[in-house]
């Protein structure tokens, strides 16, 4: 064996021990979750839901830190960049499926640079309409738009989100001539259609469903295959005449590619028990999603799937890669 390969082996030897030590001894200082949003928002809420029993259990300090701005990429960027030791958790939504098909050119790889460690919540979209459209169903309210083209307008929260493209692809479904109107999220799309100033909008029902219950809005149709429990009384999409569609919004968890499997698999143990805990089932229920039990490796099935559904829609849409 020649003097550089005997050098090789022996600092192989010597790393694996030292890094296996890391692992075990993981953790030893302060996790922080970076999310992609700014605070209020359902990934917010979500992760300073699950932070206080997820420090209790890990028996270190879990903080929340908000990053948001490009569209969800400077903070995924940030996680992607992040040492895969364990302490860097990225919260992300199902933008980070979204953006490999609407962006040329990505500061880091989605799949390549991660490793899924748990699903928070699986949502559907929600459309609603400001009372003063006379529709009262799906099948109404394309009727409506179809007898007035271009009289009614559709908010969406920016960014190609899941919200905007579920629209755009009900439009395309429904062959519908409606008026898209771009807003810097989802809250100021709502105050608008609270305020009349536009007709209907897909957001999540977290923020909407407060709205419905008080009769500041209709609802017309859920996004997802099934009703949630909270919206029960509200029928789906596939429902309403457009069977097969089935759309969602997701929060997920998810660490830099590269980190151990021991770190990954007790992570994904304890949050799916914080997420298990009776008042998380409560407040996942009650903001019309559900919850998930899957390990890491179900998790990243589940996004191999979304990636080819987000993919195939932005393609029948028509959407070019900026």
């Excluded at 500041?216 to 859920?222: H, N």
């Amino acid at each position: 064996m020649s003097k550089l390969k005997s050098l090789a082996f022996a600092l192989c030897a010597t790393l694996i021990p030292v890094a296996a030590a890391v692992a075990d001894t993981w953790p030893s200082k302060p996790i922080r979750i970076i999310v992609t949003f700014a605070p209020g928002g359902t990934s917010d809420v979500l992760a300073r839901s699950i932070a206080p029993d997820l420090s209790k259990a890990l028996g270190q300090p879990v903080l929340v830190m908000n990053k948001p701005g490009g569209n969800s990429t400077i903070a995924t960027q940030e996680v992607a960049r992040s040492a895969p030791d364990g302490y860097t958790i990225g919260l992300f939504i199902s933008a980070h499926s979204i953006n490999p098909y609407i962006t040329k050119s990505l500061p880091y790889d989605s799949k390549k640079d991660f490793t899924p460690l748990a699903m928070l919540a699986l949502m559907p979209g929600i459309l609603t309409v400001n009372p003063s459209v006379p529709a009262k169903n799906l099948q109404e309210l394309v009727a409506l738009a179809k007898a007035k083209p271009g009289s009614l307008a559709y908010g969406t929260p920016g960014g190609l989100t899941s919200g905007q493209l579920s629209m755009q692809y009900l439009v395309k479904l429904a062959a519908i001539d409606v008026t898209e109107i771009g807003y810097k999220g989802g809250g100021p799309a709502l105050t608008d259609l609270l305020a009349g100033h536009i007709q209907m909008l897909i957001n999540s029902p977290t923020s909407t469903i407060p709205h419905v219950r008080s009769g500041k809005l209709r609802p017309i149709a859920t996004t997802g295959a099934t009703r949630p429990e909270a919206l029960s009384d509200i029928p789906t999409i596939a429902e309403s005449g457009f069977p097969g569609f089935e759309l969602y919004e997701w929060y997920a968890l998810f660490l830099p590619a590269g980190t151990p499997k021991n770190i990954v698999d007790r992570l994904n143990t304890e949050i799916m028990k914080v997420m298990a805990s009776p008042a998380m089932v409560k407040r996942i229920a009650d903001i019309g999603a559900q919850s998930s039990k899957d390990t890491p490796e179900q998790f990243a099935k589940f996004l191999e799937k979304e990636d080819k559904v987000w993919g195939d829609l932005v393609k029948q849409i028509g959407i070019q890669p900026q």
